[in-house]
């Protein structure tokens, strides 16, 4: 079966994932990304540590070929999201792009030169949602409108992913805004990632948008928003919440200090939308926030 770092890593020449195959078996399996940077070696990022392969360095036409075969040969079916700086394979993994961009009144259009690739491999971890943490969501026949605070890299989309499948398992209509193919990874249409037997997916549209057509048109019991990062997100979590929808969301935040202290998310708690509020640590423990700021119960 194929694993999943030779399917992130399909793009690539024969030469390229040669390499990548010179890799010992337990940091194959632990590749996060894979890294392609004009005049430098291929590089890969094995728990969190960026490392160089042997060989030689990377050409322009390596890269190109590389974001050619990713595209599928036919860039204009991936231009909505080239002009937010990534694509998504199949399977779920995403690549982002950088390089020199053709602008139009501030707006990206597209790539005119690739500089570097960075392919994250996408894994998807079952279970990372707790009994505890799904009992937390739920009073008596009803979902609980819930808030995970969160810096980069502690795994909230991992367990946004995971509460909306077990809840869509268990019956609960739900609907996912998945602006940047993260939570479902929609390719052809087809989620990538398993979002449970009663999900529905709004895929490369802001996610505001995506929201408010969910609620008009899908009658979930759940939304799932992740990451709030504008007055646009907290509108549409505010309507879905009064539409009797429950809000599965996240914000950017180191913890619960630094989460008032920013405009909007003070916004937020005033509009009284989330019921609960959880931070995600450091050890990705999942600690639940009283409202006078005090941690209480790990998940």
């Not at 969190?48 to 036409?61: D, I, N, V």
């Amino acid at each position: 079966m194929e694993s999943r770092l030779e399917q992130a890593a399909a793009c690539l020449s024969p030469s390229l994932r040669y390499r990548l195959e010179q890799l010992g078996t337990g940091e194959q399996q632990c590749c996060e990304e894979i890294r392609l940077r004009i005049g430098q070696p291929l590089q890969v990022t094995v728990r969190g540590k960026e490392q160089a392969l042997p060989g030689s360095r990377l050409t322009s036409e390596e890269i190109a070929m590389a974001f050619s075969r990713a595209a599928e040969y036919s860039l204009h079916t991936y231009a909505a999201s080239l002009c937010q700086g990534f694509l998504t394979l199949r399977g779920g993994h995403r690549i982002g792009v950088c390089g020199q961009t053709a602008v139009q009144q501030g707006r990206v259009l597209s790539f005119r030169c690739i500089s570097s690739l960075n392919i994250r491999i996408a894994r998807q971890l079952k279970g990372t949602a707790t009994p505890e943490l799904l009992e937390q969501l739920q009073e008596t026949d009803s979902i609980i409108s819930a808030l995970f605070l969160s810096t980069p890299g502690r795994g909230k989309t991992t367990l946004l992913r995971d509460i909306a499948r077990q809840m869509s398992d268990r019956g609960v209509r739900t609907a996912l805004a998945d602006e940047r193919s993260e939570l479902a990874a929609l390719h052809d249409g087809v989620p990538q990632f398993d979002i449970g037997q009663h999900s529905d997916v709004i895929d490369g549209c802001p996610k505001a948008e995506a929201a408010m057509m969910l609620v008009k048109t899908m009658s979930p019991q759940l939304l799932v928003l992740d990451e709030i990062t504008s007055e646009a997100d907290a509108r549409a979590a505010e309507y879905a919440s009064h539409c009797g929808v429950a809000v599965l969301a996240s914000a950017h935040a180191w913890n619960w200090d630094d989460f008032r202290q920013r405009p909007l998310y003070r916004q937020l708690l005033e509009r009284n939308i989330f019921s609960r509020i959880f931070c995600i640590q450091a050890n990705r423990h999942v600690v639940r926030i009283e409202p006078q700021g005090k941690e209480n119960t790990e998940c």
